[in-house]
């Protein structure tokens, strides 16, 4: 059986947009110049059964923040530019079912300092579906069918390009290109993953899920990508992160990108995969970008046998064994043609006749034991580094090692790796070789001025130490210089070094130790490192180094005293308690024996004074300082349910002194602050209406009399007065009551508002003509942090106008004979000895007065009225029966009056 392990393919065909031709792929962001870089976003698209109508011809990207996903650039759209095939590394085992094409999108983009600032960095983003159908380790089926999809979303992430105010320049890593190899089963493959970086930045790589899309669309809605985070694809049962292929080892990258796998013995078909590679610079990560790919295993593998390598020292007649680790040394004294290994390739393969006789090797030198710049040491190389080898020959390379070691001490290891010609990748053997070569002669630099221990008193006269080191291969000298955390010239020193003299250094070191003019508070010892090497031929490690041990001796200075004239003796921290609306004053003193500048003041490190109406001007004197500190504790400014207790630090600060020390003493002033005292206001209740009757407190009221009450407050605080309030705060009743007219008042010292209600026959519900109402009254004295009130209460019994119809006897004669008595007909009654009543009966909610209306015998009406107190003068009527209709609301009264002269 033959199998073939492909990057790169396709197994079906798909006729839609959402189409089955998705390889992988990644983006790049390229600094070109100022704030100009170029997005590039490279698409691998599967050939051979690839839909051609799902190749985009421009692709539209969004940029987001990373730390809210808020879009930063809405658009931008890439264009492709270029199209080329993806190479094989064998290009004679290339076959016709592998074509994968390598499409560029490109633009350019401003990233404005202004805008792209932000720590947390952004991210570039494009989704489009859909994968390869039919893949062994994912769910990608068409998504039409209703199956699982699987599709891609491009992703990049790149830093500000600002930081701590700085322009901060990057270009995200370029990635090698993939190839369309094979391999087979049951064989290791491998291929170079790493990338370059613009920047020098450091490069991790990891393997990671494939990211899906949010959405089986062909396209997003829209065609615009949406913010992140992005769904991992979904693993078949079986596979998973850590189980990408069922390698026997699975699929691992290294350190630098390379990629290795051996694909199980029976794993034919296509599988997905992505590698993160994360970029670092001094430690700390600035970016990531993701590249999908794809492999496949088919069944079409050939039998090839890998080479073999053996080695030996140049002038040894026996070559190692196989496999055997290779040891050689060299003297400083052989010659550069003789500080050489020669090694020997053969291959079976070149005696198979499926192979016509032959085998084209190769060889290539790694560093195992050492970084090197770049992978391979082609610098090793001989002229001719391939051969074909025929029926059984073997190829033979002499490799020569350089006279300067790789690594200090000389000794190093490297692996020679021969290469053969099978497909779909070379087959290859290495020979590990530990090398030591001596390095040449060469005398170390000394320095002539021994190391210098130096103690001085402030003020002492000018320090100077010449310098002096020799090399005694009169070689050029490089000269470096350490310290242990301060400027040499802030420190009143200079250190002049010239090496420019061959096998020579020459310099001088001074001192100047016034304090007046360097500041030497922070610091008084100080160690300075002077190294010197030389450029020897080999640029060994060999130097020698003069230490400077140094210290000063700074004189004294008193310290400032500060105090006040509510502490007592040497207290640094008082404490006491003012209520709001009271005063706190005294005076704080500062004092220096040196007589000193001093600076006296109160510090605003908790809060500002200022603003919560503290008046301290400080003071600024030599010697002795002095303010008063003045505070008015009012309401406006303090708000006790966010802080009652306030720390003022009052300080003294001598730091005007020659060598300016900074010395300062301090003065806490605890002010525990409480609600102000509070005499509780009073409220009173006046009926505005005497007549009408209470009894056991309560206003018994008949309805139809308007209900008139004076409420007043009044409030015995005067420093301040307090801003009073008086408002009805309970109305209820039998029926609710409406219409009543109350204006809450505010006021000081006394403050009164009328109560006024005139209720109708509303109040009265299913026949009850009697409702019990209390209204309170409230004043609030508001007064800051306690505040108090006081409640009254007034309760009323409203009752209907009571009337008695049954009473109710009409007169009912008249005589209008001139005499003035009697001559008139109204309802009334004679109350001795001259007043009259109304004997009406009385309007309630029951009945009420409507009119009279008077007929005569014919039944024409001769009298109408709708006043209550109404008088009928029958004059110039005939005398005779005269017949009236008294109508109420609910009722109707019909009598006879007679007229007679």
């Known amino acids: 059986m033959r199998a073939i392990f492909i990057v790169g393919a396709l197994l079906l065909a798909c006729f839609s947009a959402r189409a089955s031709h998705i390889v992988g792929g990644e983006f790049e962001l390229l600094h070109i110049s100022g704030n100009t870089y170029r997005l590039n976003m490279i698409l691998y698209f599967d050939e051979v059964n690839g839909n051609p109508g799902a190749l985009d011809q421009s692709v539209d990207i969004r940029i987001f923040r990373k730390r809210d996903n808020f879009i930063m650039v809405n658009s931008l759209r890439l264009f492709l530019t270029n199209m080329e095939n993806v190479p094989y590394t064998q290009p004679e085992c290339s076959q016709g079912g592998i074509k994968t094409s390598k499409i560029y999108y490109t633009n350019t983009l401003t990233l404005s300092s202004a805008l792209f600032n932000d720590p947390e960095g952004y991210y570039v983003a494009w989704e489009r579906c859909c994968r390869n159908y039919g893949i062994n380790n994912i769910y990608s089926e068409d998504p039409a069918l209703g199956a699982r999809y699987a599709g891609q979303t491009f992703y990049l992430e790149f830093p500000p390009v600002v ?62 990508p949406r913010s992140g985070p992005y769904p991992d694809i979904n693993w078949r049962p079986g596979f998973s992160l850590n189980n990408i292929m069922n390698g026997q080892p699975d699929l691992e990258i290294s350190d630098d990108g390379f990629l290795t796998v051996t694909p199980p013995q029976f794993g034919i078909g296509l599988y997905v995969f992505a590698i993160k590679c994360e970029e670092f610079r001094d430690g700390v990560k600035i970016g990531e970008l993701r590249r999908d790919f794809q492999m496949f295993v088919v069944d079409a593998c050939p039998v090839a046998e890998p080479p073999q390598i053996v080695g030996r020292k140049k002038g040894i007649a026996a070559f190692s064994q196989p496999n055997q680790t290779l040891s050689v040394s060299f003297t400083n004294s052989v010659a550069d043609a003789d500080r050489c290994v020669e090694v020997q390739v053969s291959d079976t393969d070149s005696q198979k006749p499926e192979d016509n006789f032959q085998e084209k090797v190769s060889i290539r030198v790694i560093p195992l034991n050492f970084r090197h710049t770049s992978r391979y040491l082609n610098d090793l190389l001989p002229t001719v580094n391939t051969a074909t080898l025929i029926n059984g020959s073997v190829a033979d390379f002499t490799i020569c090692f350089p006279e300067c070691s790789y690594v200090p001490g000389g000794n190093y290891q490297v692996g020679i790796i021969a290469y053969d010609d099978a497909c779909s990748l070379p087959l290859s053997d290495t020979l590990v070789i530990n090398v030591y070569v001596q390095p040449p002669v060469n005398n170390s630099p000394a320095f002539v001025t021994p190391d210098q221990t130096i103690h001085i008193n402030e003020g002492d006269p000018l320090i100077s130490v010449p310098i002096l080191a020799n090399d005694a291969d009169n070689d050029q000298l490089d000269v470096f210089v350490l310290v242990d955390g301060f400027d040499i010239s802030s420190a009143g020193m200079t250190l002049s070094l010239d090496p420019t003299q061959p096998g020579q250094l020459t310099g001088l070191f001074t001192w100047d130790s016034r304090c007046d003019v360097y500041d030497f508070t922070q610091k008084t010892q100080f160690n300075i490192k002077v190294i010197v090497e030389d450029r020897d031929k080999c640029v060994q490690a060999s130097g020698d180094t003069l230490h400077f ?139 505005l209406n005497p007549d009408q009757q209470v009894v056991n407190g309560t206003i018994n009221v008949i309805r139809g009399h308007e209900i008139r009450l004076n409420v007043k407050g009044t409030d015995a605080d005067v420093s301040p007065q307090d801003k009073m309030r008086v408002s009805l705060t309970r109305a209820s009743g039998t029926v609710p009551p409406a219409d009543y007219s109350f204006l809450p008042v505010e006021g000081v010292g006394e403050i009164e508002s009328t109560f006024t209600w005139n209720p109708d026959c509303s109040i009265f519900l299913n026949g009850i003509f009697e409702n019990d109402y209390r209204f309170e009254f409230t004043v609030d004295d508001g007064r800051c942090f306690s505040a108090m009130q006081n409640t009254i209460g007034v309760d009323l019994v409203i009752k209907d106008e009571e009337s008695d119809h049954q009473d109710f006897i009409p007169p009912n004669i008249v005589t209008p004979n001139g005499d003035d008595v009697n001559d008139y007909f109204a309802m009334v009654k004679l109350i001795p000895p001259d007043q009259y009543e109304s004997i009406l009966p009385k309007d309630n909610c029951i009945g009420s007065y409507v009119n009279i209306r008077i007929y005569d015998r014919w039944g024409k009406q001769v009298f109408e009225s709708s006043d209550r107190d109404f008088k009928w003068y029958p004059k110039n009527l005939a005398a005779g029966v005269y017949y009236y209709h008294l109508t109420y609301t609910h009722r109707q009264y019909k009598g006879t009056v007679s007229v007679k002269y």
Not at 171 to 190: M, Q
Not at 209 to 217: E, F, I, K, Y
Not at 616 to 628: A, F, I, Q
Not at 656 to 663: I, L
């Open 163 to 224: 930081k701590n105010g700085e322009p901060f320049i990057n270009s995200s890593p370029r990635l090698f290109p993939p190839l369309s190899d094979y391999a087979c089963p049951g064989k290791k493959y491998y291929v170079d993953f790493g990338g370059t970086d613009d920047d020098g930045d450091s490069l991790v790589y990891s393997i990671v899920t494939p990211l899906n899309t949010l959405s089986p669309d062909a396209l997003p809605p829209g065609g615009l």
């Open 549 to 687: 041990n140094l210290s000063i001796r700074l004189p004294g200075n008193a310290d400032p005293v500060i105090s006040s004239d509510i502490q007592q003796a040497n207290e640094k921290r008082v404490e006491i308690t003012r209520k709001i609306y009271e005063p706190l004053g005294f005076n704080v003193f500062g004092t220096d024996e040196d007589q000193d500048f001093l600076v006296l003041k109160l510090n605003d490190r908790e809060f500002n004074p200022a603003t919560v109406g503290i008046i301290c001007p400080g003071d600024e004197n030599y010697g002795d300082v002095s303010t008063p500190a003045n505070w008015y504790l009012d309401c406006d400014k303090i708000d006790l349910n966010v802080k009652s207790v306030y720390e003022l630090e009052f300080i003294v600060i001598d730091n005007a002194n020659k060598c300016r020390f900074y010395k300062a003493d301090t003065l806490v002033v605890v002010v525990n602050v409480e609600p102000p005292d509070n005499l509780a206001p009073e409220i009173f209740i006046e009926n």
